[in-house]
């Protein structure tokens, strides 16, 4: 890596140090599954040093929650903070963020005030990895978790030290969900990302499939994991299912089916934190689902929350597959985006999520829309792609700038962004949305 990162380094030391200068922060952290890994980051290193801490989990940081801070001596936001100009209103803050930032005087460690992209390169769990020199593990969670595989740039420091301390492994592999916590008939037959024609949801389907590859899916009365196959079955089974996906018109998926896996080797084999990408999928179940707390247990080793982790996890992927199955028939192309009207089909919770799964390789941005809890509101998610962001897209700009005129809080990444608006206002934003996008690509 040919970047300077010592400033950025210099300026997480730094920010430990304030942190640890304080006598009782009370640890605010987002409840995805960045927020929830950040927010577990720095509660070990407030265990670790014996220091008083308190923590909770929002789901914004907009009015509503900047008042109820108000008389709070000490706060250390994760994963938000950065930005919302009011916590300049607040008393010792110390920001953990990533997002795109302006107009914040708090003491605030940003990847992106330091030239790091911290939508692509560096998440907040990164950031407070780096900050407290502990769990570069739940590191690279939140970065997979946060959109931003393949890790690249300061995510590389979060590999090299994990590697180093023996947190972390790399293998080039199948990305699915479950290879090594599911039986392979399971693996393959509920597998929703990416949805395998004729196989997902089709265990009989899929057993044949397996049987004519002549893949075993017992070894004696043991059931048999995709980790578990030979070299030769691993690669007679990505084969097919790379023939399969071309076949039936999915190339896009095809060509994401094998990449670089982070194996986090601390955790527990056949469990789903072993493997990254399954562990930021169970954060956010917790999160989405409304037990953030959960997820932060699971994170700090704590077994028993395992169990309730794992049935939130269940949970949550029935939900997204229905809202797949929901988008499927429902978007709608409003010209430079397409768009996902979600209000009573899906939680404002998992929309966001349900819209990066649909957009595949579509050339625009989806924005869906979901209800809020008390109706009163729409809950704004937007996603795009890699190739987007590189022709000048910039979502959190985006979703700003609609606000703007709308009412409401906006922004985010370039990547991925999000609007919280009034009902009434709704065609008033998608008309400034849809002029911003017209004239920034």
Same mark, same amino acid.
């Given at each position: 890596?040919?970047?300077?990162?010592?400033?950025?380094?210099?300026?997480?030391?730094?920010?430990?140090?304030?942190?640890?200068?304080?006598?009782?922060?009370?640890?605010?952290?987002?409840?995805?599954?960045?927020?929830?890994?950040?927010?577990?980051?720095?509660?070990?290193?407030?265990?670790?040093?014996?220091?008083?801490?308190?923590?909770?989990?929002?789901?914004?940081?907009?009015?509503?929650?900047?008042?109820?801070?108000?008389?709070?001596?000490?706060?250390?936001?994760?994963?938000?903070?950065?930005?919302?100009?009011?916590?300049?209103?607040?008393?010792?803050?110390?920001?953990?963020?990533?997002?795109?930032?302006?107009?914040?005087?708090?003491?605030?460690?940003?990847?992106?005030?330091?030239?790091?992209?911290?939508?692509?390169?560096?998440?907040?769990?990164?950031?407070?990895?780096?900050?407290?020199?502990?769990?570069?593990?739940?590191?690279?969670?939140?970065?997979?978790?946060?959109?931003?595989?393949?890790?690249?740039?300061?995510?590389?420091?979060?590999?090299?030290? &994990?590697?180093?301390?023996? !947190?972390? #492994?790399?293998?080039?592999? @199948? /990305?699915?969900?479950?290879?090594?916590? $599911?039986?392979? *008939?399971?693996?393959?037959?509920?597998?929703?990302?990416?949805?395998?024609?004729?196989?997902?949801?089709?265990?009989?389907?899929?057993?044949?499939?397996?049987?004519?590859?002549?893949?075993?899916?017992?070894?004696?009365?043991?059931?048999?994991?995709?980790?578990?196959?030979?070299?030769?079955?691993?690669?007679?089974?990505?084969?097919?299912?790379?023939?399969?996906?071309?076949?039936?018109?999915?190339?896009?998926?095809?060509?994401?089916?094998?990449?670089?896996?982070?194996?986090?080797?601390?955790?527990?084999?056949?469990?789903?934190?072993?493997?990254?990408?399954?562990?930021?999928?169970?954060?956010?179940?917790?999160?989405?689902?409304?037990?953030?707390?959960?997820?932060?247990?699971?994170?700090? &080793?704590?077994?028993?929350? !395992?169990? #309730?982790?794992?049935?939130? @996890? /269940?949970?949550?992927?029935?939900?997204? $597959?229905?809202? *797949?199955?929901?988008?499927?028939?429902?978007?709608?192309?409003?010209?430079?985006?397409?768009?996902?009207?979600?209000?009573?089909?899906?939680?404002?919770?998992?929309?966001?999520?349900?819209?990066?799964?649909?957009?595949?390789?579509?050339?625009?941005?989806?924005?869906?829309?979901?209800?809020?809890?008390?109706?009163?509101?729409?809950?704004?998610?937007?996603?795009?792609?890699?190739?987007?962001?590189?022709?000048?897209?910039?979502?959190?700009?985006?979703?700003?700038?609609?606000?703007?005129?709308?009412?409401?809080?906006?922004?985010?990444?370039?990547?991925?962004?999000?609007?919280?608006?009034?009902?009434?206002?709704?065609?008033?934003?998608?008309?400034?949305?849809?002029?911003?996008?017209?004239?920034?690509?």
């Amino acid at each position: 890596m040919s970047f300077d990162f010592s400033p950025f380094l210099g300026a997480c030391a730094e920010a430990r140090r304030i942190a640890f200068s304080f006598s009782n922060p009370l640890i605010v952290h987002h409840l995805d599954c960045d927020g929830v890994s950040s927010g577990a980051i720095v509660e070990s290193a407030f265990r670790a040093g014996w220091k008083k801490h308190r923590r909770i989990c929002i789901k914004k940081l907009g009015d509503t929650e900047l008042d109820s801070l108000k008389d709070e001596k000490e706060i250390i936001f994760v994963d938000l903070g950065g930005g919302n100009p009011r916590v300049n209103e607040l008393h010792d803050v110390l920001i953990i963020d990533h997002h795109q930032t302006k107009d914040v005087t708090k003491h605030q460690i940003n990847p992106l005030l330091y030239g790091i992209d911290g939508g692509d390169e560096l998440s907040a769990a990164g950031t407070a990895a780096l900050v407290f020199d502990t769990h570069y593990d739940l590191g690279v969670v939140g970065a997979v978790g946060d959109m931003q595989y393949p890790l690249r740039g300061a995510n590389r420091l979060l590999i090299e030290r &994990g590697k180093a301390n023996g !947190e972390i #492994e790399l293998a080039n592999e @199948l /990305r699915m969900f479950g290879r090594y916590s $599911r039986p392979i *008939i399971q693996f393959l037959a509920y597998s929703d990302e990416p949805y395998l024609p004729g196989l997902s949801f089709n265990e009989l389907n899929t057993e044949k499939f397996l049987a004519d590859l002549q893949i075993p899916v017992q070894k004696g009365d043991k059931w048999r994991t995709y980790s578990d196959l030979t070299v030769p079955e691993k690669k007679r089974l990505v084969s097919a299912l790379t023939d399969l996906l071309v076949e039936k018109g999915k190339a896009y998926a095809s060509q994401n089916l094998v990449g670089e896996t982070y194996l986090l080797t601390k955790r527990e084999k056949t469990s789903e934190t072993y493997d990254a990408s399954e562990f930021s999928t169970m954060l956010n179940a917790c999160g989405r689902h409304g037990r953030p707390d959960i997820g932060v247990a699971v994170c700090l &080793g704590e077994k028993w929350a !395992e169990k #309730e982790a794992s049935d939130l @996890l /269940r949970l949550h992927k029935t939900r997204i $597959r229905e809202g *797949i199955l929901f988008a499927r028939e429902s978007i709608v192309d409003f010209g430079p985006f397409l768009f996902l009207d979600a209000r009573e089909k899906i939680e404002d919770s998992i929309v966001g999520i349900v819209c990066g799964m649909a957009i595949g390789g579509s050339p625009k941005p989806i924005i869906g829309i979901a209800s809020s809890e008390d109706g009163k509101a729409i809950k704004v998610s937007s996603r795009g792609t890699r190739a987007q962001i590189n022709a000048g897209l910039n979502l959190g700009n985006a979703m700003a700038y609609a606000v703007k005129s709308s009412g409401g809080v906006g922004g985010g990444h370039k990547i991925a962004a999000g609007a919280n608006i009034p009902a009434e206002n709704l065609n008033i934003f998608l008309t400034s949305l849809a002029g911003f996008l017209r004239q920034k690509p």
